[in-house]
């Protein structure tokens, strides 16, 4: 039937409200009228509803940014330059008085070109100022305590992937009840010679003033510029050119080393969820593991 | 002045206060860099200083000077309307008076939209709070019959989603379990009892469950889909779970959908980038299990 062949062709057609596609605005009704028709022969209902348009004009202004901040500017100028011309060609005397309608309409439209010229002026002051990645220096590694229970590293290991995906984050040490039972991204290179990573001395750090600090006030740090911290010599296995350190307490017991590659690089919003993970992880180390010697000794 | 990161003036932004030299301010746009971060702060507890925003303001608190271009041009553009029909000396307006108020008609719709495109500029923020709207109740229903640490994840999950971003109800639906959070729309014939039955009967409707495209509505709209949701939503986020696929798995029978994380905000434009990202994360987090 005609209708259940169009369906056919509509259904490998992902359709993602982020994709770049030019397609008509009547597109998504049409896939919409597709699977709706159709679905009663799945087993599964696929989503019968509305898919999302593609919004054309955030696209734009934000892939046009430093266009779009200077536009006021040029436009309000323009049409500054449109209102004199148009008063000396047509003969009128430049008085600016309000007593004519043409002045007090003149004067309007200069009004509007100077808020237009302002207003571009403000945009352009507000520009946030583009920071630059630094690539870590040092070699990749991935050490995983071994003797957690599955859920707990697998928790970590997802802990991992979201902050690498999601924020600037290319190292994670995490370090619980005296041991490291986390060190995965980037770490600096031993100096010994074999190249291997360096590992993380879990007693030194716990003893140092840093450690100690972030534990007692049970809140989070966050090294916005680390080379500017004289602490930083208290973290010795990250890559020496780390930009950016969040260290988070896991409870009373641990702490999540957290380094990034840009300076200032972990907005509030990802400190906001970097607090809330860490407490969860807590939790889940807290609940599944007893003592971390007792069960190495296992 | 040092280099400092600006925002929209009514929100505070964080500084540390670093005795170093900044690097000079370069007026080119690197093509590796990272844009900033301009975020609301909300976390007042650490020890950053807070500095208010360096720019013009009228200094009335609660007024939203970016939206002042659309005011001047509603005002004068009403004004120059005024002008023409009262104001004129002679019996019809001359040329030269009918170009200029061409000219300041289309600068007044042009102000008009200016708030508009600069919501979308890096940067912007905006800065009404969510509201929460009228007639909703504050529930949180979970199903019962499911393990005890996914309900803990469940319950987590859905506190991190309402406290961290724009959200005001929030819906999870993994692997046959549900869990819905926040303000909602309840309607008087579902009891607490049935409430999750409530649920189940609408996402069957809708057809949310084998959601496989993240669906993001920033603004409102008239659908099916928007009848589930409280009254006062503007945007809404759905992001689906993904089965993580095994590894040695058959790349060619494709991902199964496994539910859905669904997020309905009271404010427009509710979920940047950044805050997709995580949501994104997070729906990982089911998909693994």
Known sequence: MEVGSLYFHCRPIPWSPELRRLTKPTLPRFLFFCRASSSSSNSRADYKGPKPRRDWVADLVSNNDD???SLPIYVGGASLLAVLINRTVSGIAPVADASSSQSRADLLALGLAVTNILTGLVWLSIRPKPISVVNPEGVECQRIYSHLPDSVSSELLWVWESLSDVTCCRTLIVVYDGHCILQIGFAAKSSIGDGEPVAVDAIKLTQGSLYQNVIKSGAQTYLANLSLYPGKSELPFLPSNTQAVILQPLGEKGVAIIGGDTIRGFTTSDQAWITL??????????KNVKNLTLSAQE | MSNLLYSNPLIQFKMKIIPAQFPAKKSTMKPASISSRLQNSQTPSNQQLNLSVLRFTLGIPGLDESYLPRWIGYGFASLLILNHFLGSDSATPTPAQLRTEAIGLSLAAFSVIIPYLGKFL??????????????TEQIFVMSQNILDTKKEDLAWATYILLRNTNTIAVLISVQGALCARGYWNIPEEASRKNLLEWFEKQIERIGLKNLKDTLYFPQNSDSVLWELLPK????LLVQPVLQVPKPGANQMEGIEGEGFVLLASSRGYAYSDRDKAWIGALANKFGEN
């Not at chain 1, 993970?277 to 807290?286: C, R, V």
């Not at chain 2, 006062?232 to 945007?235: D, E, L, M, P, V």
């Open chain 1, 67 to 69: 266009a779009v901040r």
């Open chain 1, 277 to 286: 993970i860490g407490e969860k992880l807590d939790a889940t180390i807290a």
């Open chain 2, 122 to 135: 890096k940067g912007a923020s905006a800065a009404d709070q969510a509201t929460i709207p009228e007639g």
């Open chain 2, 232 to 235: 006062g939503t503007r945007s």
